[in-house]
Structures are given as C-alpha cells and as structure tokens.
C-alpha cells in the first residue's frame, strides 16, 4: 500500500459515523461493548462463582479479574459479595515443628532413658533455651516429667505421651494438610489445643480471609448466554492501531461499542487536606495586608505561655484542667534577668506603671514549668521582647497549633490551630484594630462585621468580633481582640506601645464555611467526606 493510499484509508475512517454512541439496552448491544477481560471472565460466572476459581479457569490475574468484575457490576451484570473469616495458619515455628516434631516430644525423646541435667537434655532435643523453658512448663503441668535439682527426669505420663500423638499435634498436622482452619468450626478438642497453641510464640497466627464471589443477575444470564452462543463466530476489535489503519484489517471485524451512560467508578484527584488549604489561605491574606509570620516551638515554659501574658500564677486557667504540664523536663530555663525582673515586678506591685500588680510573692520556680503552649498569644510575646524602637511600627500574624486540656465534645478539641495577629505602633487606636479585622473578615467572604465589648485577661479594651452569616442569616462569633495591657507591654518591649491584638479558633471558622456541625469532624480522616467536600473558596 502506497502512503497516499495509506492516507485515503485514514480519511475514510475518520470520516466515518462514530463509534462511541449510546447504545441500546438489550443483551446484543451488551455483548459487543464487552470488555477483553470481560469476554473471558463473564462465562466463568455462576451462582456464587468465588473469585479463586474464576482465576483458575480464565487464566487470567487476580487484578484483571476484579476490574473485569467491578465493570460487570457496574453495567448491571453482575452482583459481588465479600465475606471474611477469621483463619488461623501456621506460622514460622508451626511449620518447623511440623517437620521435626514438637519440642516437648524432642525432650521426652531424649531423656526416656535417663535423667539428664537441663543443659545436656537441651542439647540432645535441639532445642533452644528458650524452647526449654517452654516445654519445662507445659511438661511438669502434665505431670509427663519432674525435676530434681538441674536434672530432668521422664515420669509414667511422658512414656505414655511417647506413644501418641498431643492435641497440639494433631491439629499442627490438620494445619499443615488443609493450609487453615477456621476458628469458628474447630472441635472442641481443636479448640483446646488452638488455645495452647496461640499462648507460644510463632507457632500459629490469626488471619483474616476475604472472599469474594460473584453470581449473575437476570439481564447478566442473558448477556452470557448470548456470548457463549457466538464466541469463536465474530472478531471483535477492541482497539483500532495505526498498522489496522493501513492493511485495512479493522474491516473484517466488529469494532467494540462504547456506552458512554455506564456508571463509571469516580476518580478523585489529589488534593491537599481541606484544613491545611484554609492554612494556606489565611497566611496568603496575611502576608498581603503586610504582616510577617510568626513561628515558635510548641513546648515553652509557663514564664512566656503565662507570667509574660500577666496572668496570676494562682489562676484557675494553669491548673491541669486546663494546660497540658511536661513530664521530662519537667523545667525549662528563664530568659534574660531583665525580662525576668520586669515581668516578677509587674506581678507583685504593678511595676511602677500605675496598676497594683497581683500582690502576692512571684515564684521563679512556678515560671519554670513546661508546658505545650495553650495559645498562641505564647508568639506574641516573645516577638515583642524581641522587637527594637527602630523595628516599629510592625504587623505581626500566625496561624498555629496550640492544645488546651479539654474533654474531646462536638465543639471541642485538645489540638487546634489558633489564628493569632498583633500590631505594634505607636499611633495604633481601637478603630484601627475593627479596620484590620473587617479588612480580613472581608477576604474571608463576610462582608458584614461588628463588635462588641467583652474582657479577656490581657487587653484592655476588649472587644469580641461577630460576622453576618450569608447563608445562615444570623450573627456569629469568630474573634476575641483588643489592645494589651500596659501589664503585658511594658515588661517585654520596655515602654508603653499601644499593640492591637486578636485571636480566633481556625476549627470553628472552617467547620462554618464546610457545613460541619461535629468539630471532631475536621479531624476524622473519613475518605469519603475528605474525598467528596468542597474545595477552600469554592
């Protein structure tokens, strides 16, 4: 064939109806959409086919057997049940035993002469020390041998032993010969020597066994018999190739029929975790508006997860309800003694800045303790001890985990992330602090926020932040902020700066906007909600 005529025969084809139609839904439409795999595995297939003898017969894999049965399934042909067992095989030391003999046979073998000391026994059996031991037990519980200082010596109950064979034995040999037994059909006498069995190490191990049959449902019985009928009188082409193009042997056959209906398996892309998306997210929004990130390590000392932020070390909120305290170590160091100093002064007595402190004796020893940071408010402060006259104004964001000693409810978790934000600036008012919030409620998609006032420990004024729900036509919280204490400033940055301040659990914003109403949920690494929930911004 010339290339010119090569190309002629191309056109043709490609010109031709196509191929790829609806098809109609009866039993000869069905045949010629077959699958390869499928024309081999479909007349293997009777009532409860298992998978194993389909294999056999087809003589295809074990793979290409299941996708060709998922494809049957999915067409309506076939209907696949999976059941499981629970089976017991031997294992490494069963299988060894099934060739020697049993240990406590080897040793009754080998002192039915005489006693023997344990390590001359031992070495005529074979046997390890650890095999010895075993077999001590379980002999001298059968009154089979007795031990008279280092020696071991044969009783009436072993000779007898010697001359058939134990429980445990018999059901090694029934093991060994049928490959596994299930637990739920052994004799009595099976199950006692099982239970002996199980208690020594790799002599048997417990499986599970699935399987899987197949069986024809009435529209399949049709197809099958249709199949059987004209297999070896039709030529089906499944796939059209370059060489069929030019000899023009695509003619002398039946091309393969496509229904482009089928229910299909859905193939899912990956994907990064709906929670880290949000991350991503959040930081992006951060980053954009000119903040820096904040990171730090998640075990600090109470002196920066609690004395720095003021807070008393006699409140509630360090007892262990709350905080998660570090084993080993159990203490960290302190920072430098002028922070230290500072922070011991503004508890005692206010530290000259107009308030009166907590008046009681501040424990260096308390401010030791470690713990996984509750907050991440814990960043805040060491950025701000951190920060030189030269750094300011600077804008501050983080979004990290942090753990709270919490009973694990429906709105409640032991670890979380916390979206943390200071700025620091001299000429930084409140009405800046509603400004940054509703500027990032707003690329959240809120477009309605107000606040309220409320009191939390370190800022003064306090404010809580609510966004109009679009979907759910109701005011919700998301946001705690403020602006810190001079308490908190003064003893980390040296001066009084105004730092506007907010915090809020990422959990509880997402778990809105993904419609979850269990916040275990976030974390519960169901695949199928993973698979099917909807993209971050969509």
């Known amino acids: 064939m010339g290339v010119i005529e090569a190309q002629l025969q191309i056109k043709s084809f490609l010109n031709m109806p196509l191929i790829v139609r609806f098809m109609a839904n009866d039993a000869k439409a069905l045949v010629e959409g077959l699958h390869p795999l499928e024309r081999k595995v479909l007349p293997y297939i009777i009532e409860k086919a298992p998978l194993s003898e389909i294999v056999k017969k087809s003589r295809l894999k074990d793979i290409e057997v299941m996708r060709a049965l998922q494809w049957l399934e999915n067409?309506?042909?076939?209907?696949?049940?999976?059941?499981?067992?629970?089976?017991?095989?031997?294992?490494?030391?069963?299988?060894?035993?099934?060739?020697?003999?049993?240990?406590?046979?080897?040793?009754?073998?080998?002192?039915?002469?005489?006693?023997l000391s344990f390590e001359d026994a031992q070495k005529k059996a074979k046997i390890s020390r650890e095999e010895f031991n075993v077999c001590l037990g379980v002999l001298k519980k059968k009154a089979a041998v007795s031990v008279e200082g280092n020696e071991i010596k044969i009783l009436n109950n072993g000779i007898n032993a010697l001359g058939k064979k134990s429980l445990e034995e018999t059901f090694i040999e029934k093991l060994l010969k049928e490959k596994d037994a299930e637990t739920g059909s052994l004799h009595p006498e099976e199950k006692f020597a099982y239970e002996n069995l199980k208690r020594r190490k790799g002599i048997i191990k417990e499986d599970?066994?699935?399987?899987?049959?197949?069986?024809?449902?009435?529209?399949?019985?049709?197809?099958?018999?249709?199949?059987?009928?004209?297999?070896?009188?039709?030529?089906?082409?499944?796939?059209?190739?370059?060489?069929?193009?030019?000899?023009?042997?695509?003619?002398?056959?039946?091309?393969?029929?496509?229904?482009?209906?089928?229910?299909?398996?859905?193939?899912?892309?990956?994907?990064?975790?709906?929670?880290?998306?949000?991350?991503?997210?959040?930081?992006?929004?951060?980053?954009?508006?000119?903040?820096?990130?904040?990171?730090?390590?998640?075990?600090?000392?109470?002196f920066w997860n609690f004395d720095a932020l003021f807070t008393a070390q006699d409140h509630p909120v360090r007892e262990l309800q709350d905080t998660f305290y570090i084993k080993?170590?159990?203490?960290?160091?302190?920072?430098?003694?002028?922070?230290?100093?500072?922070?011991?002064?503004?508890?005692?007595?206010?530290?000259?800045?107009?308030?009166?402190?907590?008046?009681?004796?501040?424990?260096?020893?308390e401010a030791k303790k470690n713990v996984l940071r509750t907050h991440t408010t814990v960043l805040s402060a060491h950025t701000l001890a951190k920060l030189k006259d030269s750094d300011m104004p600077a804008k501050f964001f983080s979004v990290a985990r942090c753990f709270r000693n919490e009973a694990l409810d429906w709105s409640h978790l032991f670890e979380l992330h916390q979206i943390e934000g200071i700025v620091v600036d001299p000429d930084a008012n409140f009405k800046n602090l509603v400004g940054y919030l509703?500027?990032?409620?707003?690329?959240?998609?809120?477009?309605?926020?107000?606040?309220?006032?409320?009191?939390?420990?370190?800022?003064?004024?306090?404010?809580?932040?609510?966004?109009?729900?679009?979907?759910?036509?109701?005011?919700?919280?998301?946001?705690?902020?403020?602006?810190?204490?001079?308490?908190?400033?003064?003893?980390?940055l040296g001066k009084d700066v105004p730092v506007l301040a907010w915090g809020m659990g990422l959990e509880r914003s997402i778990a809105e906007y993904f419609s979850i109403n269990d916040i275990r949920q976030v974390y519960n690494n169901n695949l199928k909600m993973l698979r099917g929930i909807k993209m971050w911004g969509k």
Do not use: C
């Open 208 to 302: 599970i066994a699935k399987t899987i049959t197949a069986s024809l449902t009435d529209e399949g019985k049709e197809v099958r018999s249709l199949l059987v009928k004209t297999t070896g009188k039709e030529v089906f082409i499944d796939r059209i190739t370059p060489e069929m193009l030019k000899d023009g042997s695509w003619k002398k056959g039946k091309v393969r029929k496509y229904d482009v209906r089928i229910n299909v398996p859905q193939i899912y892309g990956g994907r990064r975790h709906f929670v880290n998306q949000a991350i991503e997210y959040i930081k992006t929004v951060w980053l954009d508006m000119g903040f820096r990130e904040m990171k730090g390590a998640m075990l600090d000392t109470s």
């Open 438 to 492: 509703k500027e990032f409620f707003k690329k959240l998609g809120y477009d309605k926020v107000r606040v309220r006032p409320a009191y939390f420990p370190y800022t003064e004024p306090s404010a809580e932040v609510e966004v109009f729900h679009p979907v759910k036509k109701r005011w919700v919280e998301l946001a705690g902020a403020g602006i810190f204490r001079p308490e908190v400033v003064v003893p980390l």
């Open 75 to 115: 067409k309506k042909l076939v209907e696949k049940t999976t059941s499981t067992k629970d089976i017991i095989r031997l294992d490494a030391n069963g299988e060894e035993y099934s060739r020697k003999g049993m240990p406590e046979r080897r040793l009754l073998e080998a002192i039915k002469d005489s006693k």
């Open 328 to 365: 080993n170590p159990e203490k960290g160091r302190l920072p430098e003694k002028r922070f230290v100093d500072a922070v011991k002064s503004m508890h005692e007595n206010g530290g000259g800045t107009g308030s009166s402190g907590w008046g009681y004796r501040w424990n260096p020893e």
